[in-house]
């Protein structure tokens, strides 16, 4: 039984050794919020000309461009918080929009409405806060996202004072292009403390409702090792959280 269960361990860690040698994926035209922020390691879906990019990123103890990617739709973390009691975990995620990617046709943010779901089961299951990032009332309060077109540089977004309601329909009015990093906690309840398995998923939509393109990513919370008194108990843990990892994973 012991050699059964270190063998699965065994075989789940380098699984995803392997598959974090893949290459990662980069949203176009670059990284365009804040500063330091790296293009890479998003998942991406293109179609009808709309990108969508999404990412998990550290966030605590000091923001990094670390990922920990699988180069298909997975990143990794340890569960944690920033500081006792914050209920912040220690990754945040990020997001980019582009409605015109291929710049053929002059389609601007304000030309589509946006689906963000965020889960907060940490199982194998799936439970959804869902809003609209950009057009919705979160975006209006905040009015924080970056925006550009496809020859903004990296970092060079453009942003307006939050309350500036003209200034931001002027900038989904003549922009392609829309990021932000965002924190989880600020929008659903999770705890950051607990291992579990959460899925993220960004929609653009019609204005009659039509799925034009999206993105989904996995965010694998893991536990912190056990101490070595424990191995067998660890291993035994790792195994069925992976085995419902891949199940979660099958139905997204």
């Known amino acids: 039984m012991k050699k059964t269960i270190l063998n699965a361990l065994l075989g789940v860690t380098a699984a995803f050794l392997i598959s974090g040698a893949a290459s990662a994926a980069n949203v176009n035209p670059d990284v365009i919020f804040g500063s330091g922020n790296a293009n890479g390691g998003f998942t991406v879906g293109t179609t009808n000309n709309i990108e969508v990019g999404l990412r998990a990123k550290q966030r605590f103890p000091v923001p990094a461009n670390i990922f920990n990617y699988d180069g298909v739709d997975t990143y990794n973390f340890n569960a944690g918080e920033s500081a006792p009691g914050s209920g912040r975990p220690l990754w945040s995620f990020e997001w980019s929009i582009n409605t015109d990617v291929a710049g053929t046709s002059g389609a601007k943010v304000q030309d589509f409405t946006y689906q963000l779901r965020l ?4 199982s194998a ?3 959804f806060t869902s809003f609209d990032p950009i057009m919705g009332p979160v975006a209006l309060l905040g009015m924080d996202h970056s925006f550009g077109d496809n020859s903004t540089l990296n970092g060079q977004g453009v942003e307006v004072a939050s309350g500036d309601a003209p200034g931001y329909a002027n900038l989904i009015a003549n922009n392609n292009v829309v990021q932000n990093s965002w924190q989880y906690q600020w929008f659903t309840v999770i705890d950051p403390l607990i291992a579990g398995l959460y899925r993220i998923q960004m929609d653009v939509l019609s204005a009659n409702g039509e799925l034009l393109s999206t993105a989904g990513i996995n965010v694998v919370v ?3 090792p056990l101490p070595a ?3 067998l108990y660890g291993a035994g843990m790792a195994v069925l959280g992976f085995l419902g990892w891949r199940r979660k994973q099958r139905a997204a």
């Open 229 to 231: 008194a424990l191995p």
């Open 125 to 127: 299951g799936q439970s």
């Open 119 to 122: 889960d907060h089961d940490p």
């Open 222 to 224: 893991s536990a912190v």
